[in-house]
T-cell receptor, first 111, second 116 residues
Framework: DAKTTQPPSMDCAEGRAANLPCNHS???????VYWYRQIHSQGPQYIIH???NNETNEMASLIITEDRKSSTLILPHATLRDTAVYYC????????????FGKGTKLSVIP | EPEVTQTPSHQVTQMGQEVILRCVPI?????FYWYRQILGQKVEFLVS????????KSEIFDDQFSVERPDGSNFTLKIRSTKLEDSAMYFC??????????????FGPGTRLTVL
């Protein structure tokens, strides 16, 4: 699976949009970009995933560049409860697969 | 909304003892996983399980570890003889098993294992 690079930490003011970048320059054509987050020591929580088109769900939006070498997770109106470590993970294949977690981005939402 | 559950939330054991961590995956899911996270470190893959067999395992998953689906709802991780370095959060996850990369793993809340 392709390696990802994320900034170690970011701050965001409460109520503002949080934009979390991820670089995955070695991604291949059949690999998906997944985002998870981990609040304190809880289990990782699935947020969103995409292949090449932008995606939106009730939690977030995912913007993938045309060359697929980078993506941005957008939390449109960050709240204090969004303070967490956010992981960008590139995944290939179907069925059984392992998620390789990096260090992620520690997002701190500030009142 | 269906969720993965794990018991116990916290397990304390003596070094050398056997422990069994339990998970109830989401009911219609076919793939099951265990991950662990040592305090302050990354989440690490241990093993995946499908059709009553191990599909993949990491180097961490040595002979001291085993997994089992004893009935239609539970999925367990057994550590035969615990070591101090086994102290960690253990997360169970499950996924449905869709083709085409659309499979999403859903995680449980974790079991904190403390080996004394």
């Amino acid at each position: 699976d392709a390696k990802t690079t994320q900034p170690p930490s970011m701050d965001c003011a409460e109520g503002r949009a949080a934009n979390l970048p991820c670089n995955h320059s070695t991604i291949s054509g059949n690999e998906y970009v997944y985002w998870y987050r981990q609040i304190h020591s809880q289990g990782p929580q699935y947020i969103i995933h995409g292949l090449k088109n932008n995606e939106t769900n009730e939690m977030a939006s995912l913007i993938i560049t045309e060359d697929r070498k980078s993506s941005t997770l957008i939390l449109p109106h960050a709240t204090l409860r969004d303070t967490a470590v956010y992981y960008c993970i590139v995944v290939s294949g179907a069925g059984s697969y392992q998620l390789t977690f990096g260090k992620g981005t520690k997002l701190s939402v500030i009142p | 909304e269906p969720e993965v559950t794990q018991t116990p939330s916290h397990q304390v054991t003596q070094m050398g003892q056997e422990v069994i961590l339990r998970c109830v995956p989401i009911s219609n899911h076919l793939y099951f996983y265990w991950y662990r996270q040592i305090l302050g470190q990354k989440v690490e893959f241990l093993v995946s399980f499908y059709n009553n067999e191990i599909s993949e395992k990491s180097e961490i998953f040595d002979d001291q570890f085993s997994v089992e689906r004893p009935d239609g709802s539970n999925f367990t991780l057994k550590i035969r003889s615990t070591k101090l370095e086994d102290s960690a959060m253990y997360f169970c996850a499950s996924s449905f098993g869709l083709a085409g990369g659309l499979d999403t793993q859903y995680f449980g809340p974790g079991t904190r294992l403390t080996v004394l």
